[in-house]
């Protein structure tokens, strides 16, 4: 598997469930948006998300090459497993095309190093 390591830090951030989508959720290079019962989740660039927001900060990005198939499976597990092996935590999102995985910014380069030595390939650049 190929993964690519995106620039910029990223944020998630918590709101309540019935809040409007602010519009600085679609600030950086990824933004999620996820609505459900109990919150409103907000994925963006991480200078975006005011101060007054509950919100987790210092977070990078790595984007699996795609297009994915969607009969594929175990892309996410194959870069799970050797992380939680690592003690590496993430935050992951899925789209129609691809898989992100977020980890913090100070676990980059041992992310980096697991990935690789679990075979797969890290782009930096």
Known sequence: MTLRLLAGE????????????????????????????DELSVVCGADAVPSDVRVERGF???????????????????????LAGARISIFSLSTYDTDYVLVREQDVPAAIDCLRNAGHEIITT
């Open 10 to 37: 990223l944020a998630v951030a918590r709101l309540d469930a019935g809040d409007p989508i602010p519009p600085w959720a679609f600030e950086g290079i990824v933004s999620s948006i996820t609505r459900t019962g």
């Open 60 to 82: 990078r990005c790595l984007r699996v090459a795609g297009p994915l198939d969607f009969s594929l499976t175990g892309v996410l597990a194959s870069i799970a497993g050797p």
